[in-house]
């Protein structure tokens, strides 16, 4: 069990489009999610925590309107990249915590391959 | 801020060598430490957590806060042990991970 996916797996878009990430706990009901970026070659970046029902949390230098963040139910969470541009081209990565209960452990989706042309 | 460093990018063995991958941590507190493992075209996942103190596929990892490290280790490194490791650190609460630059390790035949 604790299966993460995400969708979709790769997306390439026109620069000034906006651009929306999906990640859903697949079996079981996720009370945080979090949301990470990779660079090629490089550690995996936090750039916000996300609980049911409340606002993210959003790392220093992360734009939150550049981020929008929708964790609207138990088993979904949403990214959406508003006016992509080429820099924000990136490997998107998801997890998912079933809290304390689970121990605190994260399980990750597959990632999102985000290019801007 | 808490701060995890792996020194190795990329770690080359032989198979049936001993392996260390090494991680050092900065945090004030106490902290919990993981190990991360990505397999080649999977996603991510964990391999083990300080707290748990297990073996698994032959791994182990102390927690030694007086060095600040939390090294893994195997002592015979097997040819599916080949992939990128990710040491990473969790502190204070809401479970964020602070993850290491990973390192690769290939196990040559």
């Known amino acids: 069990g604790a299966v993460v996916s995400q969708h979709p797996s790769r997306v390439i878009c026109k620069s000034g489009t906006s651009v929306k990430i999906e990640c859903r706990s697949l079996?079981?009901?996720?009370?945080?999610m979090f949301w990470y970026r990779q660079f090629p070659k490089q550690s995996l970046m936090l750039m916000a925590t996300?609980?049911?029902?409340?606002?993210?949390?959003?790392e220093q230098g992360v734009e939150k309107d550049k981020f929008l963040i929708n964790h609207a139910s138990l088993t979904l969470s949403t990214l959406t990249v508003t006016s992509a541009h080429p820099e924000d081209s990136s490997f998107y990565i998801c997890?998912?915590?079933?809290?304390?209960?689970?121990?605190?452990?994260?399980?990750f989706g597959p990632g999102t391959r985000l290019t801007v042309l | 801020a808490q701060r995890v460093t792996q020194p190795e990018k990329l770690l080359s063995v032989f198979k049936g060598a001993p392996v260390e991958l090494k991680c050092n941590y900065s945090y004030s507190g106490s902290p919990e430490l993981f190990w991360y493992v990505q397999y080649s075209r999977q996603r991510l996942q964990l391999l083990l957590r300080h707290i748990s103190r297990e073996s698994i596929k032959g791994f182990t990892a102390d927690l030694n806060k007086g060095e600040t490290s939390f090294h893994l280790k195997k002592p015979f490194a097997q040819e599916e042990d080949s992939a990128m490791y990710y040491c990473?650190?969790?502190?204070?609460?809401?479970?964020?991970?602070?993850f290491g630059t990973g390192t690769q390790l290939k196990v040559e035949l």
């Open positions: 990473a650190l969790s502190a204070g609460g809401g479970n964020k991970l602070t």
């Open positions: 996300s609980n049911e029902g409340s606002k993210a949390t959003y």
């Open positions: 997890s998912a915590s079933k809290g304390l209960a689970g121990g605190g452990e994260q399980f």
């Open positions: 079996d079981f009901q996720a009370t945080t």
